[in-house]
């Protein structure tokens, strides 16, 4: 139970809000904490981004924080957002916007990521989803830490949950997905998954490395990247079968990557930054920043955006030098 004096400062700020009109009719009666308004939040910390099919730019990150930009260099709050809580992934799909965090909050829009609405938040379960992967605007999952595995197939409304691994309680980090409905899932200690049905059935992969792994990202037909703890990524070309593990000039740990035609781009911590051209071995650049990356989009023009902490950058950097450490 709250106590009443932070209990009835929730119902006094939410009052504020619906009678300004910024908070969804639909949310008026719960007991909901809004994100603030607040002139420094571009320059707090940011967990992901993404590009929507028409071209927005979605960040999420602490304190329920989501901005919004149309070209990647001014941005703006969202104007409604159900949550304080820091949400850790944002998946966009068929025109409507979903995003999730902490206490496996998940919160959705259909105006273009202007006001959201929440669909889950289970504080006692003290889980936070890591990754969305929405097939459509209807079905979709959310996975994250300690086995955490929900799937609704009516746009969030619901959510059921599912146990992969009865042994496991690992974290799930990240999902890919090919066209054909087999699934990959990158996760702790080893603990990766596959499954051939679709998300029907899953099994537990024998991974050469047996750290954590943070991500998972599809780079061509039937390749894909694992990344995560101090540095390591391996490659799959069979649906995780066996991996090829590359030699990296770097012990920071990957968060997140992305794609433009033959480029790809894995942020990191401490500043560094991944990239590969066609194939080929990767390079490490240090980013002017120094933070730590969790998130990166690819933008039309081949660029790429970086979230992290102190907010939103920019790879290729603004002055267009790379400065290589090999």
Known sequence: MLPNRILSRIVAAAAALFAAGTVP???ADLDISYAENLP??????????????DGQLVAVGERGHVLLSEDGVAWKQADVVPTQTTLTTVESRNGRLWAAGHDAVIITSGDHGRTWTLENHDPERQQAVMDLYFTDEFNGVAIGSYGLYLRTADGGQTWEDVTIDEEGGYHLNGMVRFEDGRRL????????????DDGETWEMMDMPYLGSMWGALRVGEQCVLFFGLRGHVLESCDFGTTWTEFDLDTESSISAGARFGDRTVLAANSGTVLIRDSGGPFRVYTHSSGVD??????????SFLLAGED???SYPEQSGEEQSDD
């Open 40 to 53: 420094l939040v571009p320059e707090s910390m940011f967990l992901d981004i993404t590009r929507t099919d």
């Open 311 to 313: 907010g939103i950058f």
């Open 185 to 196: 899932i990158a996760g702790e200690a080893g603990y990766s998954y596959r499954s051939f």
């Open 25 to 27: 009719a639909q949310d």
């Open 293 to 302: 990356f969790a998130g990166v989009t690819a933008l039309p023009n081949g």
